[in-house]
């Protein structure tokens, strides 16, 4: 969770249109027309109150590499800004540059010609229709399965459990072991003659580590079950760290019983928002990822993924990214990633409060703390400047290394040192705070009070 309640911006459009009579100070459609000029000065004020992230001051939310590859980015996307994806015969070039970037994305990760895939709108779309295959194709070939299960680790990426949740499909989960890799054994204990697919992820979000695929894929090609391989944080990373000579277990289409992976273009692929791949092994597989309806009086529908219109400019942005990369330049990023992870790794670990969780496989990881009130250091380091994203079970603040990081190592080990030394020495901080209030959430033995409190705050932060 890292969401925490805004007030609202005190800038309102000139000479609103609201109804006469009305009290509501809500903003409103402008009654005349602006110059460009003006709306783009009011946007980029509306900025100024953002998540440093150019800086380095953000971890996850923004995967940036150089500024020149953000303008290739830019340039790209809003050549193709009005172009749609919707419709593959209208766009030869877009479609051209979709089957491109899959084929990339399959070649990378360990894939035959066989291998097909779509491009989607993020990694909870790509695992979305994931899981809408398995469904589907259960409904057609195991009609015995009548209420379908997915297991996955607890560790998996919450767009699984929700994307179950939209696709009537019962989530059983199952805790990882002590290293925070998925305990195949436990997952075996799961499976039940309703069981669609079994999850892995490479790496999973929460501690970086990747799950045992080769024996999650033996299990599942021992009981004829299908494997996701939730490659969407490390798809574009862990390849290259392999190459690097780093030992990364195997988790991709070499390992036998993978059925399908997903990748996210806009993390460590480094292209712009609105870009992930989903892959089957087998173009039959993917039959069941796609939505026909044939009887519409607006013609005949038929749509890939699950969005109607798709940007065009994402498209783009993803396909000049992998070929202006290439192998050369995931390279080069994945060796600042790995240097850079292993800077913080050492400084936080030198700090004899802290310990990092399990053995890391990239730039993925989390840390803990032994004494200290660690949600209290994560308030400190925001107070410096930092946007801390915290972790519970068990409580952690999270890091996503990318090569923006790379200058920024010492000072943030610095304000890390000064906010555990503040926090060992005002212990009354733990009531104070962002701290407060993770520890009250912590400690409700009821789950549901705590989404009743999700809700409420998200209730508030998306009004007017
Ligand atoms: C392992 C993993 N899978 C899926 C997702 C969801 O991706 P998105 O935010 O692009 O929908 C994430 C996001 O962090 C992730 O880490």
């Known amino acids: 969770m890292s969401h925490t309640p805004q007030s609202p911006s005190s800038a309102s459009p000139p000479e609103s249109s609201a109804p006469t009579g009305t009290t509501s100070t809500r903003p409103t459609l402008p009654t005349h027309s602006r110059t460009a000029k003006d709306v783009l000065a009011e946007l980029a004020a509306m900025r100024s109150r953002d998540a440093r992230w150019h800086d380095g001051r953000t971890f996850s939310l923004v995967y940036h590499d150089t500024d020149e590859h953000l303008q290739l980015l830019r340039d790209a996307y809003t050549m193709f800004l009005a172009e749609n994806a919707l419709n593959p015969m209208a766009f030869p070039s877009l479609r051209r540059m979709e089957t491109d970037v899959v084929s990339m994305c399959a070649g990378i990760l360990g894939g035959d010609d066989e291998v097909v895939g779509s491009m989607t709108s993020g990694g909870t779309e790509s695992l979305f229709l994931a899981m809408k295959t398995y469904r589907d194709q259960a409904r057609k070939e195991r009609p015995h399965i009548t209420a379908p299960e997915v297991v996955l680790p607890t560790t998996a990426h919450p767009a699984l459990i929700k994307s179950a949740h939209y696709l009537g499909v019962k989530v059983v989960l199952v805790p990882p072991g002590p290293d925070f890799r998925a305990d195949v054994a436990a997952m075996e204990r799961a499976i039940t003659p309703q069981t669609l697919f079994l999850v892995g992820s490479a790496p999973a979000y929460p501690h970086g580590v990747v799950d045992r695929i080769t024996e999650l894929s033996d299990l599942a090609l021992s009981r004829s079950l299908p494997l996701h391989v939730d490659a969407c944080v490390g798809g574009f990373l862990l390849p290259f760290v392999r190459k690097l000579g780093f030992p990364v277990p195997p988790f991709d289409f070499a390992v036998p019983g993978v059925t399908s992976m997903s ?6 692929g480094f292209a712009a928002k609105g870009a992930s791949t989903v892959m089957y092994r087998t173009a039959a597989l993917r039959r069941h990822q796609f939505y026909v309806y044939s009887g519409w009086p607006g013609g005949l529908f038929g749509s890939a993924t699950v969005l109607g219109t798709r940007p065009g400019g994402a498209i783009a942005a993803a396909w000049a990214s992998l070929t202006a990369l290439g192998h050369e330049g995931y390279l080069r990023i994945a060796g600042i990633i790995m240097k850079t992870t292993r800077a913080f790794i050492d400084g936080i670990t030198a700090i004899p409060d802290l310990y990092v969780l399990g053995q890391p496989d990239c730039g993925v990881f989390a840390y803990a703390s032994r004494e200290l009130d660690l949600m209290a250091i994560a308030d400190q380091m925001e107070e410096r400047g930092w946007h801390i994203d915290r972790q519970q079970l068990p409580t952690a603040i ?62 508030s932060l998306y009004r007017p």
């Open 263 to 268: 990748a996210d273009l806009h993390k460590y």
């Open 398 to 459: 999270h890091l996503t290394i990318t090569p923006t990081h790379a200058a920024i190592v010492e000072r943030y080990l610095g304000d890390l040192r000064d906010s555990v030394a503040y926090v060992a020495e005002h212990p009354e901080l733990s009531s104070q705070g962002a701290a407060a209030m993770y520890g009250m959430l912590m400690h409700i033995p009821d789950p549901s009070m705590v989404d009743e409190f999700i809700l409420s705050n998200f209730d």
